[in-house]
């Protein structure tokens, strides 16, 4: 270090300060820390150089500060360095310049310049830089560190804006959003005004021969966009690089050399008075190797907030794209290529997943078709209730939000609510009276039989009177018709209350008094043997107050409420998903502890399941006629739910949302002769 010090003694620094003191002091500074860090260079400019490249270029370096002529330049140190940069001598007067300041004349020109004034021939800034080393050799290293540093941050920077890019690529989940979020990411990065989205579309045999024209933005102008295919055709610069895999920049989109396989449509230009200069198309190339889409970026800008609203603007602030900004777009390309594989491969799990619980589904309903339908209304009742409310704004609901994953995760437990129905025997997933067939038959034909019997005896009776007193007791014989009458009528009367009482009831009601009396009577065989019309089990079968189940058949289908508890907990679900299990395992259980299969009170059950319990009754209620009950009019359900809310079964709050909101009639078209109130 001290060998440069000597050496930089005998440069020449121009003006009073040209001295080692100042050579020393730049090299100091240039090596201070960030907090310590001071400017080395000042450079006041004349106006006609205003928002040119060279200055902004000089803008970003470290230790350089711009001035405007006539500004108030800062405060510096005696060892500050100067420079006054003009477009022409008569821009400033040469008086007025400090004799420590160097001045430079920008641009060509063959007038004579002021004494120590220097000409930069190029608005660049390495032209300028030269020209400073030249003037002052001690700034080579300061302008190296410099923009070392510069370039350093702004590595920094982009780095930090891929892995921004990245994390929300790969955590988009909507796929247009995805689409849209590509562009605007990739136009940010680049510079540019405007930009499209192709994605290649798959073959089934060979390789692919369409692209989805599926995404444009533009800064400057609001341009129509409707989702296009279009063949791939290596005339065009999207089909060209879909095809070849090439990356292909353009300087000016006018000038495409003859030569070139591709075109440039200028069309679409003048139809929405628009002028594409400069442009980079890419391949979105996915770790195999494969091209799934094509990013087209139009327009790469001087200066990115920039508008390009006349021709003009585009002359003035179009400018190619350079190496540094097509890798970082190659690099954006691949990261978009992998975001839009996983996001497809992340929809077709999604559509696996639905035909898989469609199925599911399905296949509950076949095994009682009467169903059928159930479930998938059950869920459409229950996410529209959830989103009801999450619009409540005050309330007791007014806390509750879902969001989009929450209203799927809502959606699959109740479509899955009734899945471990599958575990129940099917007669008495079926039962549709409180008998079944066979056993009804059974009691069918035991009246049948005393029937039988009754005129068996009526008849030996008659035989008898007529071979111990003849034909002539006319009175006799009519008494014992009435008897036998009587006899049928009262069997007949058993017959129709025993078919009364098999009928199963909504809400539990029932006077079995006449039941119970047909229990007590026998009938007696031509063995002389008395039997039962009723045994007790069928008693108390016929005596059920509400529905069709005894109460074995209906510990059997409750515990379909844990066979889907368990079912769902061997589904390896996601984190967003997690909760389907517990929402499903409650959907039977009441406010006030009275539900199953857990007996779970009003704060052990989650807001989910009770909004499934309020849908669930609902459609159980209202639904197109089944074998074990009517439909009941959507008013009539209502006020059972009503009932059920009195009862402490049922959330108020979400009975009464059901109601206002008429969420209920989002399912009346769906159920076959049931109309809306």
Not at 47 to 52: C, M, R, Y
Not at 66 to 94: I, K, Q, Y
Not at 98 to 117: H, I
Not at 180 to 205: H, N, T
Request: proline share 6%; aromatic share 6%.
């Amino acid at each position: 270090m001290g060998r440069a010090i000597q050496d930089l003694g005998s440069c020449h620094f121009g003006g009073g300060h040209g001295t080692l003191d100042t050579a020393i002091a730049v090299l100091q500074n240039a090596r201070m820390s960030d907090p310590e860090r001071r400017s080395f260079l000042s450079i006041t400019y004349g106006p006609s150089l205003e928002g040119t490249e060279l200055l902004r270029n000089l803008s970003l370096l470290e230790g350089v500060c711009l001035v405007p002529l006539g500004g108030t330049p800062p405060e510096v140190s005696e060892d500050h360095l100067r420079v006054a940069l003009v477009s022409a001598p008569g821009e400033v007067d040469p008086a007025s310049i400090p004799p420590e300041c160097a001045v430079f004349v920008v641009g060509p020109g063959d007038e004579t310049l002021p004494t120590g004034w220097m000409r930069l021939p190029e608005r660049t800034f390495d032209a300028f830089s030269r020209l400073l080393v030249q003037r002052w050799p001690a700034l080579a290293m300061t302008l190296a560190m410099s923009r070392l540093r510069q370039d350093f941050e702004s590595q920094a920077l982009i780095l930090d804006q891929l892995t921004e890019v990245s994390l929300a690529l790969s955590s988009e989940r909507n796929y247009q959003r995805l689409l849209e979020l590509i562009l605007s990411r990739a136009l940010l990065l680049a510079g540019c005004d405007a930009g499209s989205l192709y994605l290649v579309i798959p073959e089934e045999d060979g390789p692919p021969t369409r692209l989805l024209f599926a995404a444009v933005q533009n800064d400057s102008a609001d341009l129509p966009f409707e989702e296009t295919e279009l063949y791939i055709s290596t005339s065009s610069l999207a089909g060209y690089v879909a095809t070849t895999g090439e990356t292909v920049a353009i300087d000016d989109s006018y000038h495409i050399p003859p030569s070139a396989p591709y075109r440039f449509n200028r069309a679409y230009d003048e139809e929405v008075g628009y002028r594409t200069k400069s442009q980079l198309v890419i391949p979105m190339t996915n770790q195999k190797d494969e091209i799934t889409g094509v990013l087209q970026l139009i327009n790469r800008k001087r200066n990115p907030a920039a508008r390009l609203t006349a021709p003009e603007d585009v002359e003035r602030e179009v400018i190619p794209f350079d190496q540094t900004s097509t890798r970082l777009m190659r690099t954006v390309g691949s990261l978009a290529a992998v975001a839009i594989d996983n996001n497809r491969l992340y929809q077709s799990i999604e559509r696996l997943f639905e035909g898989f619980v469609k199925a599911s589904v399905t296949a509950i309903e076949q095994r009682d078709p009467t169903t059928s339908g159930h479930s998938f209304r059950v869920a459409i009742l229950t996410v529209d209730l959830a989103e009801a409310v999450d619009r409540t704004p005050f309330g007791p609901l007014a806390p509750f939000a879902f969001s989009g994953e929450q209203l799927r995760e809502l959606r699959y437990a109740s479509l899955l609510h009734d899945f471990g129905k599958v575990g129940v025997r099917e007669h008495v997933l079926v039962k549709a009276k409180k008998l079944y067939p066979h056993e009804l038959e059974r009691i069918l034909t035991r009246l049948e039989m005393a029937s039988l019997y009754a005129e068996r005896e009526i008849l030996l009776r008659k035989v008898d009177l007529l071979m111990h007193k003849g034909p002539g007791d006319e009175a006799a014989l009519a008494e014992l018709d009435q008897d036998l009458s009587k006899a049928l009528r009262e069997l007949e009367g058993f017959k129709e209350v025993i078919l009364r009482s098999d009928e199963p009831t909504v809400l539990p009601e029932g006077d079995f008094t006449a039941l119970h009396a047909i229990g007590a009577a026998t009938f007696r065989d031509g063995a002389g043997c008395d039997h039962a019309l009723l045994r007790p089990e069928e008693v108390q079968v016929l005596s059920i107050r509400k529905g069709s189940l005894s109460e074995e058949e209906r510990v059997e289908i409750e515990s379909h409420v844990t066979h889907t508890f368990e079912f769902l907990k061997k589904i390896p679900w996601t984190t967003e998903l997690k909760s389907v299990p517990g929402i499903a395992y409650g959907h039977h259980e009441k406010l006030n502890g009275r539900g199953y299969p857990r007996r779970l009170t009003a704060d052990g059950i989650p807001i989910q399941s009770r909004m499934m319990t309020v849908s669930d009754i609902f459609d159980a209620l209202s639904a197109a006629d089944r074998p074990y009950k009517k439909a009941l009019p959507p008013e009539r359900a209502l006020d059972i739910l009503k009932l059920e809310v009195n009862d402490g079964m049922l959330d108020r709050n979400l009975v009464d949302l059901f109601i206002e909101a008429k969420v209920f009639e989002k399912t009346l078209h769906l159920r076959a002769g049931v109309r809306a109130t």
